[in-house]
């Protein structure tokens, strides 16, 4: 039965308590509106102007990662809030929180470095999907990027999901522009400055082909006679394609490479011995027996 002493002390809660929970969560709900906005203006931050899909998928996960974020930190704090608004002490919820914490970093440190690792991996837009990378001792295209993996599929159809945790370096072979190296093997006798002109024109008419054009952003550069091996000069070069496109481009100059240098004459060299018969003081030389076998037999 409702007393005046019970009705009395109801009000003096509402005016004193009840005021404060509201306001407590007026307060949140405004937070919650604003890193919603936030959330969204930074998505577009992240974007920077980019319209393609991965693009829009990066700032998405970004954004609501950030969102989400925001959501656990203003609604724990509200929590803490509300239950000092209430009187009920929170020093003993926080010790129990702060070893469960801690029980649970201790357990998932792993996972927690995964997420780290691939939060800054998305931040930094080191890879894309459909990029063709070297992460952790793999190699492979981009098949999905997450906060906790990412999954390549290699050459032979492998797919391999690796941990951000375990990513310390990327190197992304398909980012803005690619290029491939050509070590180009030939005979010491042939003519290097002539070499070098079939290569420029095999690079002119590779570029000038409209198959192969708009995969070349820039003719073939010849650096030049780059090293001598045991039985061959080499002579290095480079091209540069649109991302992804140098390994067909290099396997389209090699054949017409070898056309090529079979036209002109020009020896592409395999490992071989040279002889040297010594002689001695006076000019004569040991005699030296050759013996040549053919199918139909053997003679001296």
């Given at each position: 039965m409702l007393t005046p002493e019970l009705i009395e002390k109801a009000v003096a809660w509402l005016i004193a308590t009840g005021l404060k929970l509201l306001f407590i969560i007026v307060v949140v709900l405004v937070l919650l509106r604003v890193s919603r906005a936030l959330s969204r203006r930074l998505e577009k931050v992240f974007l920077k102007g980019r319209e393609d899909e991965e693009s829009k998928k990066r700032a998405q996960t970004l954004s609501n990662l950030i969102n989400q974020f925001l959501r656990v930190v203003v609604l724990v704090i509200a929590v803490m809030t509300i239950l000092g608004a209430l009187d009920i002490q929170i020093a003993p919820i926080l010790a129990t929180a702060g070893v469960a914490g801690l029980a649970v970093g201790?357990?998932?440190q792993s996972?927690?470095?995964d997420v780290i690792n691939g939060f800054f991996i998305i931040l930094w837009d080191q890879v894309r999907v459909g990029d063709v990378v070297r992460v952790a001792g793999r190699s492979g295209t981009v098949e999905a990027v997450t906060l906790k993996m990412t999954v390549l599929r290699d050459f032979d159809g492998s797919v391999h999901y690796i941990?951000?945790?375990?990513i310390?370096?990327?190197?992304?072979l398909t980012r803005d522009f690619s290029r491939y190296v050509f070590d180009i093997g030939v005979s010491y006798f042939e003519d290097v400055d002539r070499v070098i002109k079939t290569l420029k024109k095999i690079?002119?008419?590779l570029r000038s082909d409209p198959a192969w054009n708009s995969d070349i952003l820039e003719p073939l550069e010849v650096l030049g006679l780059d090293r001598f091996e045991s039985s061959a000069v080499i002579i290095r070069a480079r091209i540069t394609t649109r991302p992804g496109r140098q390994w067909a481009v290099a396997r389209e100059f090699n054949r017409r490479l070898k056309i090529a240098f079979d036209s002109e004459g020009i020896s592409i060299p395999f490992p071989h011995l040279t002889m040297f018969v010594g002689q001695d003081k006076s000019g004569k030389s040991a005699p030296l027996?050759?013996?040549i076998e053919n199918a139909g037999g053997a003679g001296n």
């Open positions: 201790f357990a998932a996972l927690i470095k941990p951000n945790g375990m310390d370096a990327v190197t992304n690079g002119e008419d027996p050759i013996r």
